[in-house]
Each structure stands twice: as structure tokens, then as C-alpha cells.
């Protein structure tokens, strides 16, 4: 009889996880767990009236209201679009990329207040990124200590990129079912 595997959450992770549960030549039956009302978890693209789409990827979004009063909002523009909406980026006045960023804060998160404080950096041909592994390290001891059956994926243990919570997912899998199950 094939084991059973649950999944909670249906984030990138989550989705990636069941995924490489499903290949092989005795895949495990998958039981996906997710509370919202949509798969994909914090990964979303927008598309904004004039076409430029937004992406909110793992931790780009926070809460609103009182628990995110202090809350740190990053708003990257970039892209294909970016010379067509602001013209050559090495000249593009900060003040029109920070009313730009403003504008979709409001539109895409409904946060109307102005930010106390703002930061406009043009950065060519790179992707910002997080430290890789920022929970990875307590989280990982504290299962191995305590004899947990658990494998934790995804933003929060092994670095925010889509690229990162797909490759944590697979090496999850083949921790669990060995490679190439």
C-alpha cells in the first residue's frame, strides 16, 4: 500500500512538493492542505491598467491594518517595460519610479497613507534577494532534536526566490522518497 504524504499549504512550495510527490514509479498518495481560497500562497501577478504587471512573490506582501502599521514595503519596477514606462534607467527621475511605486502600494494593497519614509534606487540587470536559509538553521535543530517526522519548505527556511522554494520542495521529496522515486 503507497504511503500518504500531507502537504499543508498550497503556496509555490506546497505546489512544487506535490508535484515531485507525483512522479515516479510509486508515488505516495498526496494530501494538499490549504486554508485560503486560492493555490499559490503569497505568488500572484497583477496587471495594472497601463500593462504593467506586478508580481508579488513569496514575502512580498504583509498584513495591512494594525499588524502591519510598521511594516516594510518593497516595490520593485523593472522589467521589459521599464525603458517603455520610464525611459533610460541610468537618468529616470527617482521622484517619478517612488509616485510610481506609491501608486501601485495604493492600487495593489489598498494602503492609502503616504510612507514615513521612502528609499528610490535604480539597480540595473540584478534581482534583489533575501539571505538564503534565515529560519533554516533553528528551525532544522529543533526537529532533529525533538524526532519530528516533519520536512519544512518553502520562503521562511530556505530563501525567498520561486527558484529557491521549488528546489526546497524537491530535495524534500527525495529526503523523504529517495531520488528519483
Avoid at 43 to 72: C, K, M, N, W, Y
Avoid at 152 to 162: F, P, Q, R, T
Wanted: glycine share 12%.
Amino acid at each position: 500500500m503507497a504511503p500518504t504524504v500531507a502537504v499543508v499549504g498550497g503556496g509555490i512550495s506546497g505546489l512544487a512538493a506535490c508535484y515531485h510527490l507525483s512522479r515516479g514509479p510509486r508515488p505516495p498518495k498526496v494530501l494538499l492542505l490549504e486554508a485560503g481560497a486560492r493555490l499559490g500562497g503569497w505568488l500572484q501577478s497583477t496587471r495594472a491598467a497601463d500593462g504593467a504587471v506586478f508580481e508579488h512573490g513569496p514575502r512580498g506582501i504583509r498584513p495591512g491594518g494594525a499588524a502591519g502599521a510598521d511594516t516594510l514595503h518593497m516595490v520593485m519596477l523593472g522589467g521589459a517595460w521599464f525603458e517603455q514606462s520610464f525611459g533610460d534607467p541610468a537618468t529616470v527621475a527617482p521622484e517619478l519610479l517612488l509616485h510610481r511605486a506609491q501608486a501601485a502600494v495604493r492600487e495593489q494593497l489598498g494602503l492609502e497613507p503616504a510612507p514615513t519614509h521612502s528609499i528610490v534606487r535604480v539597480h540595473q540587470a540584478c534581482i534583489p534577494q533575501y539571505t538564503l536559509g534565515h529560519w533554516q538553521q533553528r528551525i532544522s535543530r529543533f526537529l532533529a532534536e525533538h524526532h519530528l517526522p516533519l520536512s519544512l519548505i518553502g520562503a521562511s527556511y530556505s530563501g525567498v526566490s520561486v527558484n529557491d522554494c521549488i528546489a526546497s520542495a524537491k530535495a524534500a521529496v527525495e529526503r523523504l522518497l529517495g531520488p528519483r522515486h
